[in-house]
């Protein structure tokens, strides 16, 4: 028996226990948290222009409640165009003191999946700390997996990244949030992390899968971390490499795989071809405005959300009132408290967060599948949803609708997307949809697709029969899609496929198929 493992497995078991022994309510967490966030920020230029003094008052020596509905009142809600332009420029100008305590030294670049413009979000120190604090609570929730070897807490960890050679603008640095994080592990954690300073800092994502794969035989892995694109292709390329039937013919005692960023059933048939046995999922929520939510127990569908590490959570319902058809947030929305929420109904999230976003619209949706337990599912984002005339369809539907039609036809199909267009006077969805076989009919994969969808999504079979006059199906190989994300720069880190295009970037998608042979 591995002695450091051992001792590693019963603090693990024993922080479980007293964690669950002395976990407030939900309501309470999240009191108790937007009072710190307030302290924090309270001398700030945003706190006290929003009187954050008052806020806090009311908090501590309101009644109960009347916090959260001077809160809604004071401070208004943002999207990123909005505190931006009012407030986070003048950070990234370099000025201290705007919406969080001292000088930010580190943005992290994301420009989402659906927007051309590169969003600067500012990361803390504080919320370094955070994602820290809460990634070591996910390593703590293996206590609840119960046969796991006392070795396996010995084993390294591969935490497939963005670089950490980040860009120096000289008041501050910048690059892909999970790049600075690696940049930033604790020391006791180096002699586990794979792939190691040298190759985290690689910046061309070509040349850091091909380091990896020349170095794995050396690397006894226990788990993985990533999106789950880039590790599929990580995998495939190390399994090529050294001609073996499996990656656990490499790393033999694999056993757990926490992924997040998007849904990991379009990739799970073809990811579970590459192992010898099965592994251990554990769903992860890691966004660039912090660590939102993780699987705390095993079989759980959902995952819990962190409500009291930096994090004040806010969900405004998902619906016209509070919407428009372009997913544009309307003015003076709905906001509800975790306490408010119901099961199965869609939500926006809104942070407030230790980085100085406030009332901020990170543009996903979630739907709480255990109100009690805090635990929620991505449903898909406010953009990132097809209602050109009431059809009303998810990203959820249409990754359940996807999933469901691949295992009819055995075909794999790990990326697809989705655009909206104008047809007969009337609308038309354009689906374009990634496989590996080369044998897909797209006639019959548009005919079980259109049925799923009506099955899924009662709307989406109204409009079937009024103004949603057709779908088309264009079968694509996926090296096409990830051609197009490299060709944009998003090769690798948390970047992932859009599954919805929008606006002009439906033709700069068509466009590129064309001239690169992949349509006529």
Known sequence: MALVGSLLKRGIHFSNIVANRRKAGLHQQQKKTLAK???????TEFGEKYNFDELLSSILFGEKGAFYELYKKSVPVYDYNKIFNEWWHKSLEGQKDICWPGQIKYYALSSGTSEASTKHIPVTKAMSRAIQKTSIRQ???LGHYKNLPDNLYEKGFLMLSGSTNLNNQDKHFEGDLSGIQAKQIPYWFRPYYKPGEKIAAQKDWGLKLEEITKQAHEWDIGFIVGVPAWIQLLMEKIIAHYNVKTIHDIWPNLQVFAHGGVSFEPYRKGFEKLLARPLIYINTYLASEGFIAYQTRPGATGME?????????EFIPFNEKNFDSEGTLQADPETLMVDQVEEGKEYALLLSTCAGAWRYLIGDTVKFVDKAKGEIVITGRTKHYLSLCGEHLS????????????????VTVKEFTVC?????????HHWYIGVEENDVDAEVLKSRLDARLAELNDDYAVERRHALKEIFVTVLPNKAFYDWMKAKGKMGGQHKFPRVFKNFLINDWKG????NGYTT
């Open 395 to 410: 990203v959820d539907n249409m990754n359940k609708a996807v999933d469901l039609v691949a295992d009819e036809m055995g």
């Open 420 to 428: 909206g267009v104008e047809y007969e006077s009337l609308f038309a």
């Open 139 to 141: 390593i703590l929730s």
């Open 37 to 43: 966030l307030l302290a924090k920020a309270r001398y």
């Open 305 to 313: 959300l962190v409500c009291d590490n930096g994090l004040f959570f």
């Open 512 to 515: 590129f198929l064309k001239s």
